[in-house]
């Protein structure tokens, strides 16, 4: 699919979250790609001044491409300043980003629709410093952060969580799932049945799937197919699917899962409304694992564009 030559499109990138940096390096990339098929397109660096925002989408673009990460840029803040302004952009409307951006909110939707999750808990940063709020080994994340921003697995023997890591006020609070990370993307535009992709396996190198897993070139091995059974892939993939449409997202979402192959336990962890995308990122791949390239994907993305 090739984007008409005259359509414009600004890409929303940087922002002032924990994930700038990596925000930034989508944007690029995207925004390289969207020349390629054909959009005439402008870059903006989101900073926390918003009237410098609404001069920078001066002229009014056909289209953003938001490609913002972290508070601020995909909790509903950005999406309603867009509504308002009567722009469409990519990814999911407010109501749907604020709520897949509530860890506590979503995993309870999840789990309305049949869905398994961990057994947790929210707690208060007081609360967790005291001592330990659920058995070990238990995974203490912001309840509002995205990209495995502030994770720690505390586990037996451990001393507890590093206060330096505690700069939140309210943590998700989960019991351990031991196995393989498992990821979805799911592609669904507005009004039709959304699309999983495939699912990957994630192995980091070392630790566990965090930020720097994420985001550090040969940290982690992704592996497209995920070598699980066709069950566990359907389930995966069927999962993804429910879990876009339960919160009403649309363009382009990521679940990711916990699988315990011990005693079969397929476990939904979180959705992500605008997950990354740079070279090493999930939703990129496995559209390429599906013969969908990349200048491809982001077109699809700018072509099903709406405001809420």
């Known amino acids: 699919m090739t984007g008409r030559t005259h359509k414009s499109v600004a890409v929303l990138m940087g922002g002032t979250s924990a994930e700038r940096d990596v925000s930034l390096e989508s944007g690029h990339q995207c925004a390289n790609a969207l020349r390629e098929a054909g959009y005439d397109v402008r870059e903006i660096d989101v900073t926390a001044d918003v009237k410098a925002l609404i001069d920078a989408l001066t002229p009014r673009p056909d289209a ?11 909790d509903g803040n950005i999406q309603g300043l867009l509504n308002l302004l009567a722009i469409p952009y990519t990814h999911s409307g407010l109501l749907a980003s604020a709520l897949a951006m509530d860890k506590a909110v979503a995993r309870t939707m999840f789990e309305k629709e049949g869905m398994t999750i961990a057994r947790g808990r929210l707690a208060s940063r007081d609360e967790i410093l005291a001592g330990d709020v659920l058995p070990r080994p238990y995974v203490v994340k912001p309840n ?21 890591a505690i700069d939140a006020d309210i943590f998700l609070v989960e ?13 669904g535009a507005p009004g039709e049945d959304p699309r999983p992709l495939a699912v990957t396996e994630l192995r980091p190198t070392k630790g566990f799937y965090d930020y720097e897993a994420k985001y550090t070139d040969g940290v982690t091995e992704h592996l ?23 919160l009403d997202c649309r363009g382009v979402t990521r679940t990711d899962f916990r699988y315990d192959d011990t005693r079969d336990a397929l476990v939904v962890l979180e959705l992500n409304t605008q997950p990354g995308m740079t070279r090493l990122s999930l939703v990129p791949e496995q559209a390429s694992h599906c013969g969908i390239a990349f200048p491809e994907l982001v077109s699809w993305m700018v072509e099903t564009a709406q405001c809420d």
Not at 64 to 74: D, K, P, Q, S, W
Not at 144 to 164: F, K, L, M
Not at 224 to 246: E, F, I, L, Y
């Open 64 to 74: 953003v491409f938001n490609a913002l990460h972290g508070r601020a840029g995909e």
């Open 144 to 164: 509002n952060e995205g990209s495995s921003v502030g994770i720690q697995i505390i586990r037996d023997g451990d001393n507890g969580p590093d206060p330096d």
């Open 175 to 187: 019991e351990f799932i031991p196995g393989r990370e498992l990821t979805v993307a799911v592609m």
């Open 224 to 246: 497209v197919p995920a070598p699980v059974s066709q069950d566990v892939t359907t389930r995966a993939m069927a999962w993804a699917a429910q879990a876009h449409k339960a």
